[in-house]
């Protein structure tokens, strides 16, 4: 071999050698597994990533964290108590907020539980399960599967969308469209708002509520009768004698009352 496919191999190998070394650095994955009991509660709280909750019929949660990027800048804290567990991510702001750095959160949980999360920079994602919800992110969408219990959705960045309901339910987002699903006739008021999007809500035909609709930058359109107010712009009255008060507010799109 001449000295100069020498020096390119060697060089090349060089490279390699760096580049494995760099990828292992910044690819990391926890795992975690704590025992638990249904009806606990689940906290967490990051300064940056998605999550996503699977269920299962364990007494058990699952902990995968996959952090890419300079996984030293980031933290994860696991906080086991007799009520639940809390889950902390927090990024280290010495290195500043600029960096390439993508974490994600899959969390098995029982199919009974409560859930709090909470994350700065990410979409949440929440299979079906039992049991009253509360999320907030400032940077992503938020789907949630069906839901026995009292949802609490609150994103600055993206939609919101549901499956069936069963419970009170407040949503709030400052940059997407709402769409939910009614399960059953509410017991409790319900609050839908939006600054920047759509709203479609859905419910059973045998629906009895008290229905506050009104867009700034569209129309509503109820496929029930409506014994009330009733204009191009909102909707004021009662469905099937009346109930539960259910808001629906838009600032920037239109509002869809469905039977379903």
Not at 106 to 135: A, F, M, R, W
Not at 139 to 164: F, N, P, Q, W
Request: a negative charge.
């Amino acid at each position: 071999m001449t000295p100069s496919k020498h020096r390119f191999f060697s060089a090349a190998t060089t490279l390699l050698t760096l580049l494995c070394i760099s990828l292992s650095v910044q690819a990391k994955s926890i795992e975690r597994s704590f025992e638990t009991v249904s009806g606990n509660t689940l906290h967490v709280r990051t300064d940056a990533g998605s999550i996503n909750i699977d269920t299962h019929n364990k007494d058990q949660i699952l902990v995968n964290v996959s952090i890419d990027g300079e996984d030293e800048n980031f933290e994860v804290e696991f906080d086991e108590h007799s009520e639940g567990l809390k889950i902390s991510g927090k990024r280290d702001s010495s290195w500043g907020w600029n960096n390439r750095l993508r974490v994600r959160f899959d969390i098995t949980v029982p199919k009974q539980y409560e859930l709090d999360l909470d994350t700065s920079g990410g979409k949440i994602e929440i299979s079906d399960i039992t049991g009253n919800i509360e999320v907030r992110t400032s940077g992503g969408a938020i789907e949630v599967g069906s839901v026995i219990g009292d949802v609490e959705l609150d994103t600055s960045g993206g939609s919101i969308k549901t499956a069936a309901i069963e419970g009170e339910i407040n949503a709030h987002t400052s940059g997407g469209s709402i769409e939910v699903v009614f399960a059953k006739q509410p017991t409790k008021n319900a609050r839908l708002h939006t600054s920047g999007g759509s709203i479609r809500a859905s419910f059973p035909s045998n629906i009895a509520i008290d229905i506050d609709a009104s867009t700034s930058g569209g129309r509503v359109h109820s496929d029930f009768t409506v014994d009330g107010k009733v204009k191009k712009q909102s909707i004021r009255g009662a469905i099937n004698g009346g109930g539960p008060k259910v808001a629906l507010h838009t600032s920037g799109g239109s509002i869809r009352i469905i039977e379903d």
